[in-house]
C-alpha cells in the first residue's frame, strides 16, 4: 500500500514596523480574522489519485447530532432523510442542520424494547416518486405514500418471512435489489423466529423476488455500476470484505469474487453502507471510517470520523457526500461528483 501523503499547512508570518507618531492615542488594530472551525475528521491521502476525487484542503464537517444510531441517508428534496435505527424514529435534517422528525414508529412495531434495532434501515426513491423502507421491527420493505401511510412491498420469500431488511437499492434496469441479514432479530441466527435459512442478496422485479445470492454471512450495504453489470456487496462478518459479482442480463450473477477485506486492524467499525461514484471507484462506510477504492479494489484514501461510519448518501448531484455515523451526521465536498440514484426526488 502507499505511503500515506499527508497536507501540509503553511502559516504564513507577520511582520510590520510601527511608525512614529506624535498622538499619544494608539494606532487603532485590525480586526482578528474569523476562527476556521475545527474539522470534524482526518482526510488520509493513501494514493496521489485521490487528490482528483477530494480536493486537498477540503475539510469533513459535522452536520447535526443527537441521534442514537443513524443509517440509511436519502438525499430527497433538498434534504437529507435518515433512519435513527434504535430511536425508531425517521427524521430529515437541512443543510443548515435542523432536524425534523418525519415519523415515530417507523420501524414498523408500536413498542419495540428500549434500544433495540428494529426501526427503518435503508430508504430509496422509487419510479413513481414515492420513498421505500426496509424495516427491521417489522421484517419487510414499505412503501410510504405522502402522509407516512405504509403499504408492503416485499414481506416473504418462498413464504417464509424475510429475516430483517437493511440497505436497498434500484439498480440501473430499474430492478428492486436488498439485503436481509438477521440483525434485528435479538438471537440472530439462533433466533426461534428467523425463517429464512440463509441471509440473502434479493432481487424484486416484476413481481417476482429470487434471491441470487445466498452464500454470504451478513450482507449489508450494496451498490451497482452504471452499466448494471457488476455489483458490490458488503459482508460485516466474521470475514469483513466487499465482494463483487457480474450480473447477467436475466439478473442472476456469477462466482463472488473479493474485492477489499478488512480486519479490526482498520479500526472500529463494520463494511457497511456503500455507494460508488461516477467514475466507478467505490465508497465504503467500514471499519476506521470512509474507505475509498479504485475500480481494480486499490486503497486510495480514508475519511476519518470521531464516530463508526455506518452509510452514505450523494447529494448536490453528487458534488457531497453525507455519512450517517453513530449518532452524528457529517458530510464532505468532493471533487470526482457520486453516482445519483436511479430514482431521485
Known sequence: MAEAWKILTVAA????????????????????????????????????????????????????????????????????????????????????????????????LPDPPEGSYLGSNGLATDAGGAVLAAQHGARRIVRFDESFVATPVVEHFEGK????????????????????????????????????AFNGVYRYAGGRLTAPIRDLTRPNGLGFTADGKTLYVANSGPAMRVMKYAVAADGTVGPGQVFAEFTAADGQGLPDGLKLDSAGNVWLAGPGGVHVLSPAGKRLGVVKLPEVAANLAWADDGRTLYVTASTGVYRLAVATPGQTPLYKR
Do not use: H, M
Open 13 to 108: 508570518a507577520a511582520a510590520a514596523a510601527v511608525a512614529c507618531s506624535k498622538t499619544d492615542d494608539p494606532a487603532p488594530k485590525a480586526a482578528a480574522p474569523p476562527a476556521t472551525p475545527a474539522a470534524a475528521g482526518e482526510i488520509v491521502r493513501l494514493d496521489p489519485a485521490f487528490d482528483a476525487l477530494v480536493a486537498p484542503g477540503a475539510r469533513v464537517e459535522k452536520l447535526a447530532d443527537g441521534f442514537k444510531f443513524t443509517e440509511g441517508p436519502l438525499w430527497r428534496g433538498g434534504r437529507l432523510w435518515l433512519s435513527d435505527l434504535v430511536g425508531n424514529r425517521l427524521y430529515a435534517v437541512t443543510t443548515a442542520g435542523e432536524k425534523v422528525l418525519l415519523l415515530d414508529k417507523a420501524g414498523g
Open 161 to 196: 418471512r424475510l429475516n430483517s431488511p437493511n440497505d436497498l437499492v434500484f439498480a440501473p434496469d430499474g430492478a428492486l435489489w436488498f439485503t436481509d441479514p438477521p440483525y434485528g432479530l435479538a438471537g440472530q441466527d439462533e433466533d426461534p423466529a428467523k425463517e429464512v
